[in-house]
C-alpha cells in the first residue's frame, strides 16, 4: 500500500488506489467500498501525491501535512472535518502553523481531514509509512 498511488476523481466521492494503467486510462479501486472503476484520460484525477499546501514562504507536500497530523494524533484519527469553521482553522494552525490563510479555504482543510481520516484506518497516512515512501512505477497493461 502505498500514498503514491492514491488519487481523487473529481465527480466521484472518496478516494481511490491506482490499480492499473491502460492505453485509454486506468483502473482504480474505491477505499470506501472496494468496487473498481475505470477512468479515461479525459477525467479530472488529482494523486495525493503530488498535492501542496500554500503557506507564506513556499507549498508544503500532502503528505508532509498528513505526517504533521499523524505525528499529533499519535497515528489516530484527526478532527472531523464536520466540525466548525473555526474549528478547523484552529486546528489546522496547530499542524501547520505557517498556511496562508488567504488562499487555503476552509473547504480545502475540510477535504484535508477527511481524506486523512479515511486514509488513516487503513495505514497510508501513518508516521512510519510517510517517513520511507518508495517510489513506485505504475504498472501498464499489456
Known amino acids: 500500500m502505498s500514498f503514491q498511488k492514491i ?3 473529481s465527480g466521484k466521492p472518496g478516494l481511490f488506489e491506482l490499480k492499473i494503467q ?3 486510462g486506468f483502473v482504480a479501486e474505491s477505499l470506501l467500498d472496494g468496487k473498481k472503476v475505470t477512468v479515461g484520460m479525459r477525467s479530472n484525477v488529482s494523486l495525493l501525491s503530488e498535492i501542496a499546501v500554500y503557506t507564506y ?14 505525528t499529533k ?11 466548525s469553521d473555526a474549528t478547523l482553522r484552529e486546528y489546522f494552525r ?20 477527511n481524506w486523512y481520516n479515511l486514509l488513516q484506518p487503513k495505514r497510508y497516512v501513518t508516521v512510519e509509512a510517510l517517513s520511507v515512501e518508495p517510489k513506485e512505477e505504475i504498472p501498464a497493461a499489456e
Open 73 to 83: 494524533e499519535n497515528d489516530g484519527l484527526a478532527l472531523s472535518h464536520k466540525e
Open 22 to 24: 491502460t492505453r485509454t
Open 94 to 113: 496547530t499542524i501547520l502553523p505557517e498556511f496562508d490563510e488567504d488562499r487555503v479555504y476552509t473547504s480545502d482543510i475540510k477535504k484535508i481531514l
Open 57 to 70: 514562504t513556499e507549498e508544503v507536500r500532502l503528505a508532509e501535512v498528513f505526517k504533521a497530523i499523524a
Open 7 to 9: 488519487l481523487a476523481i
